[in-house]
């Protein structure tokens, strides 16, 4: 759950005017390509699409359950997902494909990815970082959720990733960095992707796990951990909505 309402402003500004996609336009040639590349916080793409339209918000109260559409991670099989993701470092890779292919039959298109900080410790995130400026695929914008925690701690502890901005501008991206709740600022970022420079763009955005539920932020264990109902009535109450019905399910 702090994966997912760590990136919760960003995909909320991309579904609601960013992305050239809908339930419509779910199969279109001309569609936008949207990757979450972070799988493990697929609970926060499946609602927004249900949101959007792509499939019933029923489905969402079966989430990760026995048998279900919506597995725990990203997957193939739930409409306006274009890739199964979770192996982390694969996501940008699959974008960096998906761009290419676009510049190279002509098509307007343009490929999102959201990774996790964490994952940027894998090595081909850093291959993929090369190849995108090496083939001007400016219409390719990456979205760091920048939360500075991973699985088993914090970022700066695991592995080091400062100075990252400018690691990204040495790899010949056009880099933004901005505040990852602020819907203001990543409507601003996102309005100048893709550029008009032949780079590709990163933004770097600096979010807070488990923002918004108090108990939950920048807390480790809410990598992990799923609440249990006292827990999930006090989040959605710190949120400002009304308590989710729970029908009762065989486990």
Known sequence: MGSTLSMADILAVLYSGVLNVSPATVDSPERDRFILSKGHACAGLYAVLAERGFFPLEWLETFYGNGSKLAGHATTSVPGVEISTG????????ACGMALAAKRDGRPFRVFTVLSDGECDEGSVWEAA???????????????????????GNVSDILELEPFGAKWEAFGWRVTEIDGHDHEQIIEALGRAPGATGKPHCILAHTV????????????????RSPNADELARAVAALGEAPPARPERET
Not at 87 to 94: D, V
Not at 130 to 152: C, E, G, M
């Open 87 to 94: 192996s982390l470092g694969h996501g940008l890779p699959i």
């Open 209 to 224: 796990k488990g923002k918004g539920v108090p108990f939950m932020e920048n807390q480790l264990l809410w990598h992990y």
């Open 130 to 152: 090369l190849f995108a400026p090496q083939h001007r695929l400016d219409n390719l914008t990456v979205i760091v959720d920048y939360n500075k925690i991973q699985s088993l």
